[in-house]
């Protein structure tokens, strides 16, 4: 079971940047995938979900019309579209396979059964 995520870069406020998350060896369908972020001496906060077909999302309201998240079943890839980067945003980013099938019970539940490595998001001011 392994989750890839990649992207992660050092950006100027205001700037874009798009991570990639790449799922092998576990199932992909059928359930919800999210992303989450950890911020030097803080906890793993949740930043958004999308269920495995694509077609419900939900976010975090600190990234919620900045922050898009989508799915390619085909490649087994989660990705965030990331815009209008700010200060707060830096963090290590995660992508995790939650063990629910709906992105908002996803975010409720907090239950993630496989998580990536993590990538370094650096965004300057």
């Known amino acids: 079971v392994q989750l890839q995520a990649s992207g992660g870069g050092l950006v100027r406020a205001g700037g874009s940047l798009r991570l990639s998350c790449v799922a092998s060896?576990?199932?992909?369908?059928?359930?919800?995938m999210t992303w989450y972020r950890q911020a030097p001496g803080k906890d793993r906060d949740f930043v958004a979900a999308i269920d495995w077909s694509g077609s419900s999302t939900y976010y975090a309201d600190s990234v919620k019309d900045r922050f898009t998240i989508s799915v390619d079943n085909a490649k087994k890839t989660v990705y965030l579209q990331m815009e209008n980067l700010k200060p707060e945003d830096t963090a290590v980013y995660y992508c995790?396979?939650?063990?629910?099938?709906?992105?908002?019970?996803?975010?409720?539940?907090?239950?993630?059964?496989?998580w990536g490595q993590g990538t370094l998001v650096t965004v300057s001011s």
């Open positions: 995790g396979r939650s063990s629910k099938k709906s992105a908002v019970i996803a975010y409720y539940s907090g239950a993630v059964d496989a």
């Open positions: 060896g576990l199932t992909f369908s059928s359930y919800a």
